[in-house]
């Protein structure tokens, strides 16, 4: 099990830290999704249980013991960064070797941890390529094969399909699930909703450095199926907003939609019933889907983010 | 990929020495590789240093001859007497017979088609032998020089200096003729010249553009692994391949070693082609060759080592403290051409004035150029080249430090 408690840092000279006291655990066989918008703290995280930077507070322990990041130990956690951090004037098959090398994996070890990282990716017939002239799928493989020379415990992926096609997101997530199925615990952060909800067993959202929540992903969708979402003329809003106030929590989301979060689930059918009843014009509605955009959107407020 | 369990397991002493030994192998073959890749940075570390040495050494072969007078040149003589059809014989017996002069022998010049005029006027015979009181009025000169516009200064100072020891030596040899007629015949014209000789003390070898260059470019070669180191750290900062590289254990040591491992071959390598260029290439175009005679082999090694380490210490150091591909391309051959301009690369210091002179002793190149001459020209010995080597072992020593510090106390996500 990775243990990271009250994880703080601040960059030199930012006025407010980047992370705030954030604590998370994931164990082997698990895939964590970490998700949050840009700026929230994922990469600053990441480096920081890598031991890339070191945490103003906090620790990360691995199976109760502190990790060990002075310079020549092995690394238990591995990170495949956002970008392709690699040489792309060396083919493939160079840049495993040197990676392999800066491991410390030497002899029939390199070769046998190259040769599965090849396989796992499906990189094989691509060795003898320049990685600079690889397709983005190609490069986002490699990027992940040269994470798994470590054969880590822990893996993190920072936005692991980020510009592929389907094809390759699909096959990416399909490599991914057979690491934690083979006993890796698994930290993927992304920007697609759908990319978290297929993969994780656990959810942890984060914004502004600070965890909003965290909780196993079927804990975080169940919230969805008590969400009533209602489409009204512009006109009846005010007097819906207060007949909703009745069956659950209500607050608009824009000038024509209105979202109930109801206090009981079987309530729905009651709920439009009684708008009919009231005369207001119900122009669509919809309940129980489970996605996790919503809850995503609800935690970080919907508000278009500027930050530098 | 099941997680190993071995590689959880505290490593000893040794089997951390191993592991040193193996990440230092994979990052110096990396750096080689991505160098073999990278053409521009090999033409600049290579092609562009002998390019220079060649081109440089003809352009300059006569900066270290004495300059001569040019060989398009008209005589007129005016006067027709003994001692002027005598200047007239020992001119051309010196520098050729003249051309014959143009109607136009003024547009002539002007226009370049001839380097100078020697004119005699009449009166030139008359006048040798007469003394001019100093108190009296100074006689119309009856030798004048009529140079092209383009004639160099110390050429037409050279030519003037020799006219006045040939007629010296004519107002010399017409005063003995007076005084001891039966001596005339015995007295050599050139028997001032003959009574002088040069030397340049304890040189070894003859001074000449080549010895010159290829110290001088070599040097200038050899720091270009300033532009070249730093282009490649910038862009593995850029692309995340140092922070993974940190990620995965490598500590700032073994990141910096495996760097200058490397462009310290590629040094000598470098300083082995320009030496074969000078020794071997030059003589065929022409040129005078290299000589290597009397050079202190241990004391040569010592200096290449001793700019290699400076010229990657600085490289390192730079390249920890930029932040972005474009700074390293500015940065790094600016950094080059400041120090070579100062430091007497492009010209040699003995021809610049004496505050460039000055300046050009704090130019690392200039102490290296020195530290090469004294071995290569003056036959210097280990001691005798440590004014050179100190400083720039110690500019190593300050650059490799500023590198570390800067690796330690920079995040490698930035």
Redesign the interface.
């Given at each position: 099990m990775l243990r990271a408690t009250g994880l703080t840092y601040t960059?030199p000279g930012a006025a407010r830290p980047a992370l705030e006291d954030v604590s998370l655990q994931v164990a082997p066989q698990r895939l964590l999704g970490l998700l949050g918008p840009n700026g929230a703290g994922k990469?600053?995280l990441m480096?920081l249980l890598?031991?890339?930077?070191p945490p103003a507070t906090g620790a990360v322990h691995w199976r109760g013991e502190p990790l060990d990041?002075?310079?020549?130990?092995?690394?238990?956690v591995?990170?495949a960064?956002?970008?392709?951090?690699?040489?792309?004037?060396?083919s493939v098959a160079?840049n495993l070797?040197?990676?392999?090398?800066?491991?410390?994996?030497?002899g029939a070890v390199s070769r046998q941890?190259r040769e599965?990282?090849l396989e796992?990716t499906r990189l094989q017939d691509w060795c003898g390529r320049?990685a600079g002239q690889l397709s983005g799928g190609l490069k986002r493989r490699l990027n992940l094969a040269?994470a798994?020379l470590?054969?880590?415990?822990v893996l993190l992926l920072d936005e692991p399909t980020a510009g592929v096609d389907p094809q390759s997101r699909a096959f990416l997530r399909q490599v991914l699930r057979s690491?934690v199925d083979?006993?890796?615990a698994l930290v993927v952060s992304s920007h697609l909703m759908g990319e978290i909800e297929a993969l994780a067993d656990d959810v942890l959202i984060l914004d502004r450095g600070r965890v909003l929540r965290s909780a196993p992903l079927a804990e975080l969708l169940a919230d969805q199926q008590r969400r009533l979402t209602l489409d009204l003329a512009a006109a009846d809003l005010p007097a819906a907003l207060a007949l909703l106030a009745a069956h659950g929590q209500a607050r608009p989301l824009d000038a024509t939609r209105v979202e109930l979060l109801l206090a009981d689930h079987s309530r729905a059918a009651q709920v439009l019933g009684a708008l009919d009843a009231a005369g207001l014009v119900l122009r669509g509605a919809e309940f129980g889907r489970t996605r996790l955009e919503s809850t995503f959107m609800a935690l970080t407020d919907e508000a278009l983010r500027d930050e530098a | 990929m099941r997680p190993d369990a071995p590689a959880d397991a505290p490593a000893g002493g040794m089997q951390r020495l191993r592991r040193a030994g193996v990440v230092l192998t994979g990052l110096m073959r990396k750096e080689l590789l991505a160098l073999s890749r990278d053409l521009h940075g090999l033409a600049a570390l290579f092609l562009m240093p002998l390019m220079f040495i060649v081109l440089m050494s003809l352009a300059l072969q006569n900066l270290w001859e004495p300059p001569r007078p040019p060989a398009r040149y008209a005589l007129i003589d005016g006067d027709g007497q003994g001692p002027a059809r005598a200047l007239a014989q020992r001119w051309q017996a010196r520098h050729g017979a003249a051309q014959p002069l143009p109607a136009d022998w003024r547009d002539a010049l002007r226009e370049g088609r001839l380097g100078y005029v020697l004119e005699l006027r009449r009166g030139f015979s008359a006048g040798i032998t007469e003394l001019v009181d100093a108190s009296s009025a100074a006689p119309a000169p009856t030798v004048l020089l009529h140079a092209e516009p383009g004639l160099d200064a110390a050429i037409l100072l050279v030519t003037r200096a020799e006219l006045e020891r040939m007629v010296g030596g004519l107002r010399a040899l017409a005063m003995v003729s007076e005084l001891a007629p039966s001596a005339l015949g015995s007295v050599s014209p050139d028997g001032v010249s003959a009574m002088i000789a040069t030397e340049r003390v304890a040189a070894r070898v003859q001074p000449n553009a080549v010895q010159h260059n290829v110290p001088a470019w070599l040097v200038f070669g050899m720091f270009f692994v300033v532009a070249a180191l730093g282009s490649l750290f910038v862009e593995e900062r850029r692309c995340g391949a140092l922070a993974r590289l940190r990620g995965m254990g490598v500590g700032p040591g073994l990141l910096l070693a495996g760097k200058a491992l490397p462009y310290l071959g590629v040094n000598l390598l470098q300083a082995a082609l320009m030496l074969a260029v000078g020794l071997w290439l030059m003589p065929l175009l022409g040129s005078p060759g290299l000589s290597l005679r009397g050079v202190d082999p241990l004391a040569l090694g010592a200096v290449l080592l001793a700019i290699s380490a400076a010229a990657v210490g600085l490289g390192l150091a730079l390249a920890s403290l930029m932040r972005s591909s474009a700074q390293a391309l500015a940065i790094g051959p600016l950094v080059n051409v400041l120090m070579a301009g100062a430091g007497g690369i492009m010209v040699p210091t003995f021809v610049m004035p004496a505050p460039m002179q000055a300046l050009a002793h704090a130019s690392p190149m200039n102490w290296a150029l020195e530290a090469l001459l004294t071995v290569l020209l003056r036959g210097g010995s280990l001691a005798q080249v440590q004014a050179q080597l100190w400083p720039l072992l110690g500019l190593a020593v300050v650059a490799l430090a500023v590198a570390a510090w800067g690796l330690n106390h920079r995040s490698p996500l930035e």
């Open positions: 960059y990469s600053t480096a890598t031991g890339l930077i990041f002075r310079a020549g130990r092995p690394r238990r591995a990170l960064p956002q970008q392709d951090a690699f040489y792309p004037m060396l160079d070797a040197c990676f392999a090398a800066a491991a410390g994996l030497s941890r599965r990282a796992l320049r040269i798994l470590q054969a880590p415990a690491l083979e006993g890796l | -």
